[in-house]
């Protein structure tokens, strides 16, 4: 198949020479052929043309749940391969939140092929301890050659500190990364909002910031000790951003990422108990918020991801104690960004960071494999149910003012618009 973008402006920052510059670029098998002011339409070849093209690298995010296997009412593999692709990413990181859990190196087999044929490159992680229960661990090295990229019991803390030092350090001949959720169950109690003056009004228990930050100097302290690759994933405080950052002075291998509706929404959105802004980790102050986008801008948070986590109606619309946690994020991850960031931190944060997990960047230049999202970065509108695109809808972003429209993306020799 033969495809020729037609005036796209390339967002690259890495290529000064195509940064910014409008440009025909004819994709010829899956790979870029002639990247140009002008390609004349050769025969057999499909001709793509939309209003303000844009184009980068295809982007990536670094934390996706979707249902199968034993949650498909929630999200299929392939429904949800579709709503990422439509929502402009090539490539996924997928959390281990499926029931039974991924555990064993044919559970990562499974995912593995189940991404087959179906244009976006899915990633998946596999549990850290068996059956995500924290008490030993799983067949790491073995998921790791099925294809894992990662260890990660999905949003629960390694409670016992010895267990994450013997993964740290058996992980490091293999160079595994190993995930450790930020949460003391012990001080974040009952709590399901964080605590302060909102969850005091609500009359809501609340998780204290303690919470987060007791266990991210816990794990830095043994990242220290043991060695290995350490990923805390979605912070969501003020004071998580300097930890990590003056373990990073030091120079420890640790790696972060925030999830988009920690930067945008904070706990005063609660008011209503709205059940789709009751998320883990809670929804902070705006203070939270503050710091975590300098965090981002600073380059001390790795990775901003959306944190998809699809949950069906019947476990939202409940009463808000009762609600399970977890907001969708994929359809609205740019319209969410570029009002933040500006389009070229926005392309950025959405193109950098697969290298923690040794996959490969691709490169928008002549002879490479062509990975590449199409979006106008100018389209505004509210965002609607009809723009979701999930089997489930409890979405944070619905009604909320976004800027940016994704067209599709190509990669794998496919056109998925």
Known sequence: MNIL????????????????????????????????????????????????????????????????????????IANGIATAAKSGFTDIILNPSSTPVPDTSSDIVFLKNAEQNKGVNLYPLGCLTNDAKGESLAELFDMKNAGAVGFYDTKQSIDNPNLLKIALQYTESFKGLVYSYPLDKKIAGKGIVNEGAVSTRLG??????????????????????????????????????????????????????????????????????????????????????????????????????SDHTPINIENKKVEFDNADYGTIGLESAF?????????????????????????????????????????NPEETFSFK?????????????????????????????????
């Open 204 to 305: 809501l228990k609340g998780i204290p910031a303690l919470a987060e930050e007791l266990q991210i100097v816990r794990d830095l302290f043994i990242l220290e000790y043991a060695g290995g690759k350490l990923h805390v994933p979605t912070i969501s405080t003020a004071n998580g951003v300097k930890l990590i950052a003056n373990a990073k002075k030091k120079g420890l291998n640790v790696s972060c990422s925030v999830a988009i509706h920690n930067l945008i929404f904070d706990d005063t959105v609660l008011h209503d108990f709205d059940s789709n802004y009751k998320v883990m980790p809670p929804l902070r102050t705006s203070k939270d918020c503050k710091a975590l986008i300098k965090g981002v801008k600073d380059g001390v948070i790795d990775f901003v991801t």
């Open 5 to 76: 973008l037609k005036s796209a402006t390339i967002v690259d920052s890495s290529n000064k020479g195509l940064h910014l510059k409008k440009r025909d670029i004819l994709i010829k098998n899956g790979n870029i052929s002639s990247i140009a002011s002008k390609i004349d339409t050769l025969a057999n070849t499909k001709e793509i043309k939309l209003k303000n093209l844009h184009v980068s690298i295809g982007w990536f995010d670094s934390s996706v749940s979707f249902g199968e296997p034993g949650y498909e009412e929630r999200e299929t």
């Open 385 to 417: 149910k009809e723009n979701i695109v999930s089997t489930s809808k409890n979405s944070a972003f619905i009604e909320k003012e976004l800027r940016g429209k994704v067209y599709g993306i190509i990669t794998n020799n496919e056109i998925l618009f």
């Open 335 to 375: 319209g969410s960004l570029t009002p933040l960031f500006g389009l070229e931190k926005t392309i950025e944060i959405l193109t950098k960071g697969r290298e923690r997990y040794g996959l490969e960047t691709p490169k928008i230049k002549e002879g490479e494999k062509a990975s590449i999202t199409l979006f």
